[in-house]
């Protein structure tokens, strides 16, 4: 997070989702009036597969042309920012500590504590910690409470879950964004970062997934009683649908994605075909023009489909309190094909949305957390594909609010009770 200030007196911060196949940037001001977006840009990615960089040439290359996209547009030059993570290197797991009060009332630095000590746990070589997440706070063996600060108690015991990523896929995501003159101030996993953009309050108090379908990967989040309580990253993603395609098409991968955004449905059925023209061009492998089936196009789509739905089922279904889980909410630019939504909520049996960032200076639901957007921001940005870029604004604004940064006082101050409860404690 920047510390150059603009005319408002604000400080900067920036966002960068580094995706298997774009890059989204995020440039804001923070205010006390509130986050004052000053651009978002979307730009090729490379080097990088499955959440992961594997090329860290050709994805400096692209990260430098994302930054300079993103200087274009706001007239900030990016130094640092906050970055997401994605991969099946990202793991998770619980511990618990406890910590003497003594009879006294509970403070703020009792909470840091237990948290810290539950969170120091050891963890297996060739691995970070990105984040300590509080899953319960137990008061002299009471269970089950959120807010444990002014209670008067003699122990106090916290449940966290600390989220880990790989040492050698994080060393190489940031000598990557170094060698393209970006220094990453923090990080925050994928589905983490979506969720603190879309869900709302109720839904992550009565039991939601978040699931977040990039081009590389799938990330799944568990939200119940407020806490997350658990995290999953499936290695398939958008990506396999036009990997699908080209293997069943005999067609090459741009045209493959050509196939899937212009004429994809998970219905398995094609449009035209209802007035016989079942046809459709497309370029083969050797540069010729050949007619393929848009029925079977669409077949192909909607198997991966379902192949999805069943794995993402699966990890709900290992989750000990499955059947907490009332509904779920699903980002990523995958869902927006067209009858996505309606085959999820038929494959998951639950109610199912697209979760889309609310990028208005107010809630239009009262229950919603107030989101501290300055400014409306155009409703292209709106869809689910910029959940996670978003959201790593406010997990931003949050730590910043949490270490008395610039922009504390007055709104930011107010964020700090859902954010830090969300977000949990940083390492």
Not at 7 to 29: H, L, N, P, W, Y
Not at 35 to 57: F, H, Q, Y
Not at 89 to 102: G, L, M, R
Not at 404 to 419: C, D, K, Q, V
Request: aromatic share 4%; charged share 25%.
């Amino acid at each position: 997070m920047s510390a150059r200030k603009k005319k408002k007196g604000g400080t900067f911060i920036t966002g960068v989702d580094i995706g298997t196949s774009r890059i989204c940037v995020v440039v804001a001001e923070m205010t006390d009036d509130g986050i004052d977006v000053l651009s978002i840009t979307s730009t090729p990615s490379a080097g990088m597969r499955k959440g992961v960089v594997v090329n860290m040439e050709e994805a400096s290359v692209a990260i430098r042309e994302a930054l300079s996209a993103a200087r274009e547009e706001s007239g900030v030059a990016v130094r640092e920012a906050i970055l997401s993570l994605s991969g099946s290197h990202i793991e998770t797991k619980t511990e618990s500590a406890s910590v003497a009060v003594k009879g006294r009332t509970i403070s703020q630095e009792d909470l840091d504590n237990v948290i810290d000590a539950a969170g120091s746990m050891p963890v297996p070589s060739g691995r970070e910690i990105i984040h300590v997440l509080p899953v319960d706070f137990i008061v002299d063996g009471g269970m089950g409470i959120k807010d444990p600060l002014g209670m008067h108690a003699s122990r106090l015991e916290a449940k966290v879950n600390i989220i880990t990523a790989g040492s050698e896929p994080l060393r190489r995501l940031v000598i990557s964004c170094e060698k393209s003159g970006l220094q990453a101030a923090d990080f925050a996993v994928q589905s983490i970062a979506s969720a603190e953009s879309t869900l709302t309050a109720e839904e992550r108090e009565m039991g939601t997934a978040l699931v977040d379908i990039g081009a590389g990967t799938t990330d799944i989040a568990l939200f119940r009683e407020g806490w997350l309580l658990r995290s999953a990253v499936l290695a398939i993603g958008g990506n396999h649908f036009s990997n699908d395609l080209c293997v069943g098409l005999g067609v090459p991968f741009q045209e493959a994605e050509r196939i899937k955004k212009q004429y994809g449905t998970l219905s398995g059925a094609f449009g035209p075909a209802e007035a016989g023209d079942d046809q459709i061009d497309v370029v083969n492998l050797y540069g010729g023009v050949k007619k393929i089936s848009g029925r079977q196009a669409c077949e192909i789509l909607r198997l991966r489909g379902e192949e999805l739905l069943e794995l993402i089922k699966g990890e709900i279904a290992r989750f000990e309190g499955r059947d907490s889980i009332t509904g779920v909410v699903f980002t990523g630019g995958c869902v927006l094909m067209p009858s996505f939504e309606r085959l999820a909520e038929t494959m998951l049996a639950m109610p199912v949305r697209i979760g889309r960032p609310d990028l208005l200076p107010k809630h239009i639901y009262q229950s919603a957390p107030a989101l501290p957007f300055a400014t409306g921001i155009k409703e292209e940005f709106n869809g689910p594909e910029y959940a996670a870029v978003i959201g790593l604004i406010l997990y931003g604004a949050g730590s910043m609010a949490e270490t008395g940064g610039p922009g504390s006082e007055g709104l930011f101050n107010r964020m700090t009770g859902f954010l830090s409860n969300f977000m949990g404690k940083k390492r």
